[in-house]
């Protein structure tokens, strides 16, 4: 979240741990995030999306519950750790529920058969000086690139990063390696890659 220029805030109920993480420059509050008081202090009214990753379902489905009644519109991202939660955490507000064993094995899988992919994604995440990222740019109902064609995209003074997917407003299809000609709307969203400078261009752009 640093790398990519986003602000965040740790609630971590450890003393300890809330130590060490101030001592290393990140933003934490101290407390038990089930708790509506620290919730409110660590800005759940304005945020953009909460990670919830405490150690048992049971305590991520409180803590999920606790930040869609404080703020209706937050994103919320909950780690999961028994597969029988799933559909409970998604009931209580979950806009996303993330399987960590699962996704394990898929990325064991993906290490054995496309080893050099795995390393490229890898690089883009973990090099410190590797500028370059998978973004979205949603296209806002008052954006000038709506009814424009992909081809079309442009910005003044550099260059821009490249669209590996549109996601459909209206069909909510992912149109991969889109058509140079395929036109944008309202409401649709960009998948593209490139240097955190061009996804600001196209930013910008849009």
Same mark, same amino acid.
Not at 45 to 50: E, L
Not at 110 to 127: A, H, K, N, Y
Not at 165 to 176: D, F, L, N
């Given at each position: 979240?640093?790398?990519?220029? /986003?602000?965040?805030? #740790?609630?971590?109920? *450890?003393?300890?741990?809330?130590?060490?993480?101030?001592?290393?420059?990140?933003?934490?509050?101290?407390?038990?995030?089930?708790?509506?008081?620290?919730?409110?202090? &660590?800005? #759940?009214?304005? &945020? /953009?999306?909460?990670?919830?990753?405490?150690?048992?379902?049971?305590?991520?489905?409180?803590?999920?519950?606790?930040?869609?009644?404080?703020?209706? @519109?937050?994103?919320?991202?909950?780690?999961?750790?028994?597969?029988?939660?799933?559909?409970?955490?998604?009931?209580?507000?979950? *806009?996303?529920?993330?399987?960590?064993?699962?996704?394990?094995?898929? !990325?064991?899988?993906?290490?054995?058969?496309?080893?050099?992919?795995?390393?490229?994604? *890898?690089?883009? #995440?973990?090099? !410190? %000086?590797?500028?370059?990222?998978?973004?979205?740019?949603?296209?806002?109902?008052?954006? !000038?690139? &709506?009814?424009?064609?992909?081809?079309?995209? @442009?910005?003044?003074?550099? /260059?821009?990063? %490249?669209?590996?997917?549109?996601?459909?407003?209206? @069909?909510?299809?992912?149109? #991969?390696?889109?058509?140079?000609?395929?036109?944008?709307?309202?409401?649709?969203?960009?998948?593209? $890659?490139?240097?955190?400078?061009?996804?600001? !261009? $196209?930013?910008?752009?849009?």
């Amino acid at each position: 979240l640093l790398k990519t220029q /986003r602000p965040l805030v #740790i609630v971590e109920k *450890d003393a300890e741990k809330a130590s060490d993480l101030e001592a290393k420059g990140f933003s934490v509050i101290h407390g038990d995030a089930s708790h509506d008081d620290v919730l409110e202090k &660590a800005g #759940i009214q304005k &945020a /953009r999306g909460i990670f919830c990753v405490l150690g048992h379902d049971q305590e991520n489905l409180l803590l999920t519950l606790a930040a869609r009644g404080l703020n209706a @519109s937050v994103r919320i991202v909950t780690e999961l750790h028994d597969g029988r939660f799933r559909e409970r955490l998604t009931r209580c507000g979950a *806009d996303a529920v993330v399987d960590s064993p699962h996704i394990g094995g898929l !990325r064991l899988a993906s290490e054995m058969v496309r080893p050099v992919t795995v390393g490229f994604l *890898d690089s883009m #995440i973990r090099d !410190r %000086a590797y500028t370059y990222r998978f973004e979205e740019v949603p296209l806002a109902d008052s954006s !000038r690139l &709506a009814g424009r064609a992909v081809s079309q995209l @442009s910005a003044a003074g550099g /260059r821009l990063p %490249a669209v590996v997917a549109v996601k459909e407003a209206v @069909s909510g299809r992912y149109a #991969i390696n889109p058509d140079p000609g395929q036109k944008l709307a309202a409401g649709d969203v960009l998948v593209v $890659l490139g240097s955190t400078e061009e996804i600001a !261009r $196209l930013k910008a752009e849009v």
